[in-house]
Each structure stands twice: as structure tokens, then as C-alpha cells.
């Protein structure tokens, strides 16, 4: 896919399935809810922060490698948007 | 067994004893020294535990260390703080069944059918625990669990300040020797980011210092003061994490050329080295006026 053709919905989709696995949950997370509380940590979002680098052809900056910038499913989900945006 | 500790005790010592305030609760924080030789990397406590038995004494806790199961010490009243080994704790998700780490946990109660009450508070949980679980996470580590007896002396403002302002003295900030000794080893760059990582919790002790700041009954007028001070922490705090986390990511990603940019951000920390003590230093001086006023 394009990196202009993922739209928020697709972005939430490929994250959430990303976030289920790195913490190995059955069950759907809100997109608001602190990842903290399932035991999300700086190691395990920095897995995820390669995964979406991998996946969507983006970069992160160095100060952007704050687990707080990825606390929530939305968070990741806008923080990766925002770097697809011509 | 050689294993890292995602924990400092003292968080819990908190949860038993929720009146100790949190100047002297979180001061313990400025002690942690990450430490590595040719066997493994793993945190110095000695320090933390001498500032801890300070700790106590000032507060007049009464701790016994015990090798037995719990049962007992529950049914007495007493307080227990369990060492546990989080491969073996369902409720720590990114540990349980995958890594080993060391963790205290509280255990509250003993329930009817022999299960067990237990509180953490990160990876916060309350709920039963079963026996079996338990014991297995507890007999990993080989450790003995600390008995508390759930009395403790009055603490006040004044007490609290006091405390705090001769720890802070007697502490140094160590993370700049860190930062040199790391880059000056011999090591293997993958060891050293091994190193870099086993400090990821270091954060937490900041946060402590954080709480401390903004607890403090200081005088008005001096908001601009303690604003700048809470910025200098958090920026230095940011600072830090990124570079473990950049860290976290050459060993995740070994084939790309992150390894510069961790050694560039090391050689900064050294030239901030003056950041945290100053902003400590000046954190007592706002205690003292408040004390003195």
C-alpha cells in the first residue's frame, strides 16, 4: 500500500494487531486506554516502534522515543499518521 | 541467580506504611548505580540499602527478614514484602513466562481455600494469587521475605525535611561517571547497549524526585523557582530514557548505525553533569527558607 493510502482506520488496525502481539492479548484494547495497565513498557514499545518504522516506511526522531508519545493505541495511531501526511 | 530487578522496595515500603512521607520514601532513588563486570550487568544496592535502614530507623519500623513460607506472618497481622521472580506472575504481562526479573510484591491477606491477597503497583495489579503460583515465583529467587509489623511513628513536614536534607547532602549524582565509564570500557558495543538498557528504570527514581518537588510545602512566591527546577528534571530524565532507548534499539536492530548516536548523546550527558546536583542544591535551599520561615 501507498504510504498516502493508509488512512486512520487502516493505521488502527495494523497497531492494534501489532500492540495485541508484543503483549500478548486476546482481547480488543480502546484506543484510549493507557497500555501501561497491560504491562506495556519502554522495551516493548520500542519493538513496536520498529515494527511501524518497518511497516509504514517512517522514521521516528530521537526525542520522539518516549514511551509516553506511544502510551495509547491512539497515540501510535496519530503519531503515525501525522509522519505519512505530505 | 544473576537476574536484573525491575523494582525499589521502597515503593512498597509506601503501599505498608502510606503515611511515611515522600521526601524520605523516594530519596533512596539517588543511590541506584548500575554495575557490570565480566559475568553480567546488575544495580548496586548497597547504597539503597543503607539509606533504607536509615530509613527505617528514623521511622521507627520493625523489619525481620525470615526464611519460612508467609502463612504465619499473615495470620500474626504482620506486613509481608515477598521477593518474586516475574517470570512466574501472570499479571506482569511482557515478563510472565518469557523473562526472569527480580520484584517485590505486597501480600495483604490469606484467603479461605489458601490463596493469597497481593498488591503490586507496577505493574499494578490487586487481586488472589494461588499458592502454588506463588511459592514457585518466590522459591525461584532464593531470597527471604521481609515482615513488617504494621506500626509506625508519627511523621511530620519538619521530620520528613530534616531527613531529606541530610540525605541529599550525603548523596552525590553518579550518572555522569556512569555515562564515562561506559564509554571509556573495552566492552563489545552490544554489551554496552545490554548495559545502557539494564538502566531503563532509572526514570522511575526521577519521578520520585519529581513527586518530592511537588509535594514540598514551599514558600509562595517561589512557583517560577520550583517550575524551572521541575523542568531541568524532566529534561534531564528525557534525555536519559531516549538514550537507553536508542540503546533498546541497536540491540533490537543491530545492523543499523545507531551506535554513534548513543555515544553522541553520552558525551552530552557528561557536559550536563553540574544539572542535577544544581537543581537539588537549589531544591534545598527552598526547603531551608521554608523550614527557617
Redesign the interface.
Known sequence: MNRTEWNKEHIEGYVLSQVKEQ???QEDVAPDYEL????????????L??AFETNFNIVFE??E???ENFATVQDMVDRIYGKLQP | MNLAWVDCYIDKLLTLFPDIHPYAAMIDRWAFKPVWDGKGEEVDLSRVLATEEQLLTFYGIERSCENDWIDEALRSGHLVLLPCDLFYMPHAKVFYGKEHAGHFIVVRELLPGGSYLIFDDHPAFCGRMDRTGLKAAHDALGLPYQRFLPEMLQVTDASAIGYVSRMLKADSFFLSDFARRLLVSEETTMRKCLILKGTRHFNHRLNGFIRMVDAAPLPSGKGEAVSELRRSIIQYMDDWRVTVNLATRVLLQPELPIWDRVQNRLENHLESEALLPNAAVRFLELLHAEANG
Open positions: 503483549l500478548q492479548l501501561a495497565s497491560y504491562g506495556m513498557d519502554s522495551f516493548a514499545s520500542m519493538n516502534v520498529v530521537d526525542e522515543l518516549l514511551f
